[in-house]
């Protein structure tokens, strides 16, 4: 998880269209399986979650990844403060047309 902060008008907006180029250069990476984008913008930060299949595929692309987050967020006026790698022991999603169980 990276987290970037500043001051940044719009921050969900502005979100979802660096979501959307994000997640067009991910797909290219083995192993990348999604991306969840958290704003907060009362705290002038967001947070970025990448899912991989597999720690090793995260690694693999960490440098890559790293260079093209850092111009994104000096891009759109931010600054990376901090990136933390997690273990996803559980992630289950449920989407408003899937069947109650």
Do not use: N
């Not at 979100?15 to 907060?40: K, P, S, V």
């Not at 093209?68 to 931010?78: S, Y």
Request: with cysteine; glycine share 10%; proline share 6%.
């Amino acid at each position: 998880m990276s987290t970037v902060r500043g001051a940044v008008p719009a921050m969900a907006e502005i979100g979802r269209m660096t979501g959307e180029a994000m997640e067009g250069w991910l797909r290219d990476y083995d192993g990348y399986r999604g991306l969840i984008l958290l704003t907060d913008e009362g705290g002038q930060q967001a947070h970025v979650i990448t899912l991989w299949d597999t720690p090793e595929a995260e690694l693999e692309s960490r440098t890559m990844r790293a260079a093209m987050r850092d111009r994104l967020a000096a891009t759109v006026g931010m600054e990376v403060v901090g990136m933390e790698p997690f273990d996803v022991p559980v992630c289950e999603i449920i989407r408003e047309d899937d069947p109650p169980a």
